[in-house]
């Protein structure tokens, strides 16, 4: 008997002890294969992030869309992160429940997939939308488009609404089942419910995430840009060659030969041929959209040509764009590339550094920095001057050191005085340029000229060969000079006027109406807080809920299956306070950190820079350095993975405690419990420890998606909102009628030490055409913020018409008071043309259309890019050079995207920002509504056949038909035959003050306006 008792208790002993192995040995278990899965998932998205991102240094610029690169990179890898759990549950478990299960699964799945990549697609024209808008928010203001474009982003944001709601649809109509159903699932699932649970919801899960799969692989490929250039053999730069034919010493062979090139599926430009020698200066020069820029972006391999050969020295090529890419960073790692990631910073380097400052006269702008060159540049280039962000892409193209040097008109924004200083620094006869012996190309005139049109090369060589057929170089600009001597300062006067001198733009508005992070592309386009709303934020909260009474109903069931228990469950509920406690507390600042860390991956998606990365062969550099974003961004997931985790460990070793507790109960009361109560409480207490797993995990994914709606208040609550309070009037319906404009000690100032306007006191009779000039920083485009109030006054008043314009509403006053031809004219390549020409939808398609024609576009809109070649639209034919339209009968050209048409030229953005003044005007003249014209440094970067038709569409347009024109402009000379003595003026300021104003435009008088 003694034996029998002793072998009982071995044998519960035993029990026990494998309980406990069993049941630790399931939690480390789980928790290993967890962790694999874990770090497998993480080692995925990056992959897939990296593969997307080499994709993008491989695509051609053109045809690249950042929106897109962005939602693949977020959504869409989101959408993949478990497949490599879906594989590995399925493949263990699919035996066990295929049969039985895979029916209820199938038609769920093929509904999915549409619905959930239809949702995807929906969510990335959206951020597109708002990348859009965001990159030209200082455009949009001054136009007055920001209220159509958030009218524009909300019916986005309500079709993915909509297309989300489509796929919540279908996952409510399968939640519902009949009475039969549910029992005989409940049969099933009572036998194999973890199984069939897993495989149920992997396959819609992976059905659905396949459309992400299929997005990538679409992007992945896409035809990378083509490789057409060679290289010619180098020879010895420094001295003379003999050449056995001629028997005499010949200069070393060319830097550059181009062999019969034909540029664009039209013949842009055709029969081009071109040889420059080593060290020589070469400048391209001709009207608006003859190619010159088409034919320096092939030298750098971003247009391929139909035809023909480009053969170089080197392919160590600097390149400085029209519209300069500076990555968001400091000045000093701007202009010093990528040089930091492979060389020390020696004094040699230093040394060189300090020359390329020099000559780029950038010193004086880092004394007046705070931080110097260490002063953060901001997203695009916002925290300097477009003056500034040129002679920083200059100073990187120099610091480069390259054997070709391409400048796309790097001097348009520069004052005479800089601009004069820098060009003797690098072309005079010691320049550093000449120097170096550096091939350089300049989209301008000099030694050898190259002019462009009619399809073709009118004109080349030096201009001593070419000045006798000065004749071809006048039609194009009857200021274009060159020096004929070898020291380009001595007459730089003249080149000046061709290079289209101007001062920088003023301190940026942005600074006033909130400091440039407040538009950090990378944060705000983050779109994971609309994810965790749309998506997480739902499941998160039914579950929860769901789980809470799961969990009520099985501890009642454990207490009544072993009474025991019962005293057990304050200490367990002890336990998950604290371990909930230092879990959300944890994770909540692991979330924070994950998203910052996530806003610089997306904002190296967002950098518009690939022909300066791949022209100065940095390609590899960015791809290690996404790498290193990418890491330093998984480094907050996998802490909060490894939290996860130890939650998982923490709660299964409670439930093994509470499981061995049940055992040893059993094993204790030996015929006082029975084996079906044992039983019932070992399977409750497995289901328990999930059911309180899931609700942790769902508690902290709820509160996860509160904090993303908290994130978005705060957003909403804390960004400056311009205008504030105070526009309480309510004009007429046909204000302003005429357009007097009168400014009563106007003060204003980006910053309180810094006062761009002074007591500025002005009358501006209503059709009147004032043209405001000065040098640096003397306030001129600061007098056009103030008109358009995105810069707000400190003290004094504007009236338009006896009203004080800031008592009328921002949205009225943009909208309907004034038309502005900015700078850097607004083109949303994701949006349609009508949309790009009228956002708000108000003009008749005849409108548009005479708009078009009256700027000579409609030819160019007549071709729609494909991916081969340029193709005639059915709905528009040209009958003349001009590009007007044979048939008004069909227009679906204007409904047609932006990105599907040939790429504008420089000076064509300017005459489509022309078109939207036209078509804007137009649909106000309808309401008796004469909108004052303001151009803002409109015609700086244009030839001067454009700025002469520019200025001749406002005066034939605008001034003709009384309304009052502001134009800002440093460069008067095209201006001249369009101003009216006796009504028209010029205003030069000096230092926020108006310095002279006249009414005397005789001739004498305006030049010498002109060169003051």
Known sequence: MASSVTLESDHGFWLIVSSIIIYVGLALSTARYHDSLNRLKLMTRSALVGLIHDKTMDLPSVTYDTGEATTLMSTDTDSLDGIAEMIHEIWAQVVEVLIVCSHMSRFVAKHLQPRQKAWNNATQDRIAATGDMLAAMKVIKMLGFQYDLIRRIQRLRNTELWKASKLRLVMLYYAITDTETAFTTMAILSMITHPANMVMTIVPRAVAAFSGFERIQTFLLQKPLKAYRETLPRSDTHTLVWDPSSGHLTKPGPAIQIRDVAIGAKDLLRNINIELAVGSFTVLSGPTGSGKSSLLRSLIGEVVPTRGSIKLLSHQIAYCAQKPWLPNGTIRNAIRGFADMHDAIGPESQEWYDKVIEVCCLAQDFASLYDGDQTQIGSRGLNLSGGQRQRVALARALFARCDLLLLDDTFSELDGDTERIIFNHLFGSTGLLRQLKTTVVLVSNSHHIVVLGNYGIIDQGPWQTIKVKAASLAKFSASHHLSENANLSASFDKLSAQLR???????????????????????????????????????????????????????VLLCVAEKWLALSLPICMAVVYVVQKVYLQTSRQLRFLELEARAGVFSSFLESGLETIRTFGWSRAVIRENILRVDDSQRPEFLLLCLQRWLNIVLDLLA?????????????????????????????????????????????????????????????????????????????????????????????????????????????????????????????????LTLLRILELQSGRIEIDNIDIKQVALEVLRQRCFITVSQDPLLLLNETLRFNLDPGASAIDETIIAALSKTGLSSHFSRRRTADRIEEADSIEETDTFGNFASLSERPILDQRMSLFSELSAGQCQLFAVCRALVKASFLERFGIKPIVLLDEATSSLDSVTESTIYRIIDEEFTTKGHTVIIVAHRLGALQKYMKTGRDAVAVMADGRLQDASLDLQPATFAKTIYA
């Open 656 to 784: 093994a405690a509470i499981a061995t507790s049940v055992v040893a109960i059993a094993v204790g009361f030996r015929g006082h419990v029975s084996g079906a109560q044992v039983g019932i409480a070992l399977n409750i207490m497995l289901v328990a420890n999930t059911t309180l797993l899931r609700l942790v995990e769902n508690w902290t994914l709820l509160e996860t998606s509160l904090g993303a709606i908290a994130r978005l208040r705060t957003l909403e609550n804390t960004t400056p909102v311009e205008g504030g309070k105070g526009a309480s009037l309510d004009p007429a319906q046909d204000w302003p009628q005429r357009g007097h404009i009168q400014l009563k000690y106007v003060t204003a100032s980006y910053q309180p030490e810094n006062i761009a306007l002074k007591g500025l006191k002005m009358d501006i009779p209503a059709g009147q055409k004032l043209v405001v000039c000065g040098r640096t920083g003397s306030g001129k485009s600061t007098l056009l």
């Open 501 to 555: 001198a101007k001062d920088e733009t003023e301190v940026d508005l942005t600074r006033q109406t909130g400091d440039p992070a407040v538009y950090k592309n990378g944060s705000i386009l983050n779109s994971q807080d609309i994810q965790l709303i749309d998506k997480q934020l739902p499941t998160a909260l039914a579950t929860l809920v769901t789980q809470i009474f799961k969990l009520l109903m099985q501890i």
